[in-house]
Every structure is written in C-alpha cells, then in structure tokens.
C-alpha cells in the first residue's frame, strides 16, 4: 500500500521568512496531492492540492511543486505569518482523491 | 455552509465498555469516514464508506466496527474500549469519487480516554 513520509517534523522559522515542507510516496499510482492545516485545537482544512497531470499550482503566498519522477511533492510558504504556525499534513491519493494516505505532519512556528 | 459534526468533544470511558462515536454530515456526502489522530503519527484511517450500508477497512481497523445505516450518519464503535484506543478520533466525508473536488471536510474531533 502507499506511504507517506513528511520532512521535518518540526519546523521553525522567523515571521518574513520562507518555510519548505516535504513529502515522499510510494505509490507510483498516486495521483492526488492535498495538504491540510490543522490550527491548535481546531479540525484540519485543506489549503491547496495537486493533480499528477500539473509540476506546480499556487495560491497566494503558499505553492505546491510535484516531481513525479521521483516521487515527491512538497509545500512552499512564502513570508511567513503567525497565523501560518500550525500542523500540516500532506496526503496521497491514487484515484483522484476518493481515499487519502496521510503523512504524519510537520509542525510549523512562526516566531515573531 | 459545510458541516460535519460529531456527537461528543471530550469522552472518558473505562476499559471493557462498548464506544459509539457519531459523525453527521449535512452536505449529501457520498464518502465518509473515521480517523484517529496519534502525536507523530498523523491521520490514520480506520474505516471509510462510499455508500450506505456500505463499509471498507482503512489501515487499522482491528478493535473497531463501522455503521453506517443513513447517508448522513456514520458511526465508529469500539466493541470493547481498550487503553490503547485512547487518542483524537477525527470523522471527515467528501464527494464521491469523479467529482473534480475532492476534498474531505474534517468534523471538530473528539478526544477518547479509556481508563
């Protein structure tokens, strides 16, 4: 079955700065790639995704790549906020969505 | 609005005792389904239902059963709570599958203790 490992687990940045998240898969099959911010004691919500036929999507300050090749996809946040400072998990997917394979999360802060 | 909530946000049982946890969505989600939320571990799936009455196992669904009787309701029980369960259990539901958005909707959780 597919794995999804996520890298770092912790993650500390200052308040301007740029944060880099990344997961791996094994899945081959996979073909749907959501991430999910999850604030302290609040339920997980998805702020971006990607399909396999798409190398990059953005939105706003926050860009997903997806290096099919070799298996990895990874979250870019850009100028850092406090509110950004929460858990995120990445996900897989081989059919479009319909099941995800979480990673077990990275938790990020932002220091002002 | 998108809704899913579920029946308790704070449960304390005692080891032996039979669990039901209750998931209700209101957007006419074909998909529903159980998670549990472990420190280091992230989302693990235990089981997962595309239909009424229709249910499949996620990747730990030793020690749980599903019902899944209504299209709204999906019901995670613990036949006999054990320490081990204790953790965040997270019920999310999505659209079925081929919808160009699949995102799944996270209901608020609700935290288990089995003492």
């Known amino acids: 079955g597919e794995n999804v490992e996520q890298h770092p687990s912790t993650l500390s940045v200052q308040e301007g700065d740029s944060a880099v998240i990344k997961c791996t898969y094994s899945?081959?099959?996979?073909?749907?790639f959501p991430w999910y911010k999850q604030e302290l004691g609040k339920r997980p919500q998805l702020i971006i995704d990607?399909?396999?036929?798409?190398g990059e999507k953005k939105d706003q300050r926050i860009a997903v790549t997806l290096n099919k090749t070799a298996k990895h996809f990874s979250l870019h946040i850009t100028e850092t906020q406090p509110e950004d400072s929460a858990v995120y998990f990445c996900?897989?997917?081989?059919?479009?969505?319909?099941?995800?394979?979480f990673g077990p999360g990275t938790r990020l802060s932002v220091l002002p | 609005d998108v809704k899913v909530t579920q029946s308790s946000r704070y449960l304390v049982k005692r080891t032996g005792e039979k669990v039901f946890l209750e998931c209700v969505q209101d957007?006419?989600?074909?998909?529903m389904f159980w998670y549990r939320q472990d420190p280091g571990l992230g989302l693990r799936l235990i089981y997962f239902?595309?239909?009424?009455?229709?249910?499949e196992k996620g990747d730990i669904p030793e020690g749980y059963s599903v019902s899944r009787e209504k299209k709204e309701r999906f019901s995670l029980i613990l036949e006999s709570a054990s320490t081990n369960q204790t953790s965040m259990y997270l019920c999310?539901?999505?659209?079925?599958?081929?919808?160009?958005?699949?995102?799944?909707?996270f209901g608020p959780g609700t935290r288990l203790t089995v003492l």
């Open positions: 990607i399909r396999s036929n798409v």
């Open positions: 996900a897989a997917s081989r059919d479009y969505g319909q099941n995800f394979v």
């Open positions: 957007m006419d989600h074909e998909n």
């Open positions: 239902s595309y239909d009424v009455k229709m249910k």
């Open positions: 999310a539901s999505s659209l079925l599958l081929g919808a160009n958005h699949n995102e799944q909707f």
């Open positions: 899945d081959s099959a996979s073909n749907y």
